[in-house]
């Protein structure tokens, strides 16, 4: 199997041991995107609104770098610090993704990296 990583000067560097995303097989695995905007390395002001959108963006960078879009995505996962931000989610969500929507499965967990309200990782085919 052949991988081969990607990364996007235009997303935050990761801020751990993972690369931003790997393909393999035709299939992209992002790794899961905090709110952080790469200029300024720091979270995007605001609420979880504006948290949202720029997880998207990152995910958007990512995507593009490697030659895929949204509607290439097949699988999402959101990791949200806070299941009242749900509904939110589901507006901003609308935004970046039509039908037919992608799967996806959404979580409250105790804490994210940084203190982020959001994480998001997605899958994509070709």
Known sequence: MEKR???SPLA???VG???QAVVAN???YVSGQLPIDANTGEFVPGGVKEQLHQVFKNLGYILEEAG?????VVK???YLADMGDFATLNEV???YFSEPYPARVAYQVAALPKAARVEIDVIAVK
Do not use: L, Q
């Not at 895929?68 to 290439?72: L, Q, V």
């Open 93 to 95: 969500y609308a935004m």
């Open 26 to 28: 035709g299939t992209i």
């Open 12 to 14: 935050p560097k990761a």
């Open 5 to 7: 990583i990607i990364s």
């Open 68 to 72: 895929y879009s949204f509607k290439d």
């Open 17 to 19: 041991t993972y690369s």
């Open 76 to 78: 999402t996962t959101v």
